[in-house]
């Protein structure tokens, strides 16, 4: 008799260890899939607010925050952990860096907007204004890409996941409801606070502080501001005399915005001063001096901050 025969080892025809080995598989297959598709879905959000180029190999800050953050979602077995997680909340949130958000609400940059409506209207035949303009470029996004991710965005403004998401309160959908509650200062079932927010860019156009009539509208007035040789009508006054210290935050690209005032149109400035005026009130801008400024303060102006919030300054 061959003694090997007798050796008890799993015949791998047997039921069982088909069963084994296709578990193992499975088990193998399943989290190589895994890991690929969190990374892969994370660089496309990174590249899309150009943190990383696409297929950029080399390794970056924002990779390594990126790939910490994803290590970290380890620690969160379940949704509520998920939901609850302490990054959502002051003081947490605000030394956030976009990776670690992207790691878990990446859909927030790769979704897209529908191409239609339910009733068949389509997205590319229902255009507001502003969208005519050349500012604006590429097929319907969704608000999040507008902001972050699109040419125009990325050209002007610098805005990070907590510019806007500054901490809200999960549990108290309304201000002053409870004790605890009442000095959170967010709005009502709002997860961002829009006066300190939306309204910089979205109020509208303060005419009235330029010495314009209190209703007069820019697109009458621009008429006899703008030639073929000052395009821009905003810039007849704001080139050199008057508030010609400004945009110096975090949040704006000071620089690319005048670059871009002076090539084109004031679409650009109205933009985001009277242009998209979700609001009916504007922005209390601070009134920072500028050179040959006259130093009677107009009367509009006496409560106004004479420099930026100190939470966008940027480092000298
Ligand atoms: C560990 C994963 C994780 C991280 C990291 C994370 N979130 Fe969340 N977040 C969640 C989950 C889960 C929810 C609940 C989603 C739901 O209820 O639809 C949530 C909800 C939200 C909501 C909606 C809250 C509501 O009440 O409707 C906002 C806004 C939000 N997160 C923003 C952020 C921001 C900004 C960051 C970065 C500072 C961030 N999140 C980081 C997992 C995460
Ligand atoms: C320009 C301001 C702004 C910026 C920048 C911004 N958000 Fe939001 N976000 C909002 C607003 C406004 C809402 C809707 C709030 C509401 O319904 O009350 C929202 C909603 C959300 C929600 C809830 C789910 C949803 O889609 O409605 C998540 C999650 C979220 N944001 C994550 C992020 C992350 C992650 C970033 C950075 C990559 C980011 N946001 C950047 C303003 C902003
Ligand atoms: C720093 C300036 C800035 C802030 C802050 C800001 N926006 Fe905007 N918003 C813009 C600019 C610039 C555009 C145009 C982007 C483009 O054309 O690609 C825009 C576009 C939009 C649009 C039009 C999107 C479309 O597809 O046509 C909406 C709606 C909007 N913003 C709402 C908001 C809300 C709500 C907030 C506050 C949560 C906010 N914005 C905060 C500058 C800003
Ligand atoms: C006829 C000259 C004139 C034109 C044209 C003009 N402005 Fe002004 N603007 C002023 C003056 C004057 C002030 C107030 C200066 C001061 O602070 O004393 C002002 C102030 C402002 C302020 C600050 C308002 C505040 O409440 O602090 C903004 C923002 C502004 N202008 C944007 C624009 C934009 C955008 C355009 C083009 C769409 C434009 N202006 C066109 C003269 C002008
Ligand atoms: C992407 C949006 C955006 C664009 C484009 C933009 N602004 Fe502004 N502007 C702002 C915001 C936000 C502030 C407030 C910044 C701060 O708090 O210091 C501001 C502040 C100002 C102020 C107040 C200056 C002061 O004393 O601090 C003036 C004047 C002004 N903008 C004029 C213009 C003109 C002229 C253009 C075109 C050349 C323009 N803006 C383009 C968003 C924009």
Redesign the pocket.
Known sequence: MDPKKDTPALDLRSPIAILICTYVLCVLMYSAYASWTASAALEEAQSQIGVIAPAVAETTKADADGEAAIAALKDHPDYLRAAWDPIHFKPAIETATNEQCLACHKEVLTDKPRTSSPAGLKATDSIAWYETLDTYSGEQATFHARHLSTPFAKE??NLQCNFCHQGHDRREEAPSSSATAATSGFSLRKVIDPSSTCL??HGKFPGENMGFEKDQKWHDLRNDLESEETPNG??TC?AEQ??T?????TY?KADE??KI?KSGSSD??F???GGRAWYRKS?P????SWPGMDTTIPDWAKDRPTT??AR?LKKQ
């Open positions: 002007v403004m910089r860019c905003c810039l704001h008057f508030r210290v400004r945009h110096q935050v704006l915005i005048e005032a650009s400035c933009g985001c001063h922005f801008y601070p009134r920072h930026s919030d966008y």
